[in-house]
Nanobody
Framework: QVQLVESGGGLVQPGGSLRLSCAAS????????MGWYRQAPGKEREFVAL???????NYADSVKGRFTISRDNAKNTVYLQMNSLKPDDTAVYYC??????WGQGTQVFVSS
């Protein structure tokens, strides 16, 4: 059983930055494809970014050039560095492992 715990969300002004963290326990973290998804109020959950066990990354077009996903296998943690944040980035951000396991989410609110 894999457990994922996100942290790092909060309130930030447009143009600001946040770094989300997702700590994993149980399972074989270094082997997993890890991803970040988000769900804005009234909208469906959408893909944000993923990173493979080998470090290859993929991003949604809406965040390319602004967000960076990374992982630290020694700490069983995946990160999402978010820069140049926009109000449209406001959402609950969820960590995902192997498209199957989900964290509880962390709220990001971008507003002046």
């Amino acid at each position: 059983q894999v457990q994922l715990v996100e942290s790092g969300g909060g309130l930030v002004q447009p143009g600001g930055s946040l770094r989300l963290s997702c700590a994993a326990s149980g399972g074989f973290f270094s082997l997993y494809v890890m991803g970040w998804y988000r769900q804005a109020p009234g909208k469906e959950r959408e893909f944000v970014a993923l990173i493979t066990s080998g470090g290859r990354t993929n991003y949604a077009d809406s965040v390319k050039g602004r967000f960076t996903i990374s992982r630290d296998n020694a700490k069983n943690t995946v990160y999402l560095q978010m820069n140049s944040l926009k109000p449209d980035d406001t959402a609950v951000y969820y960590c995902n492992a192997e498209t199957f396991y989900w964290g509880q989410g962390t709220q990001v609110f971008v507003s002046s």
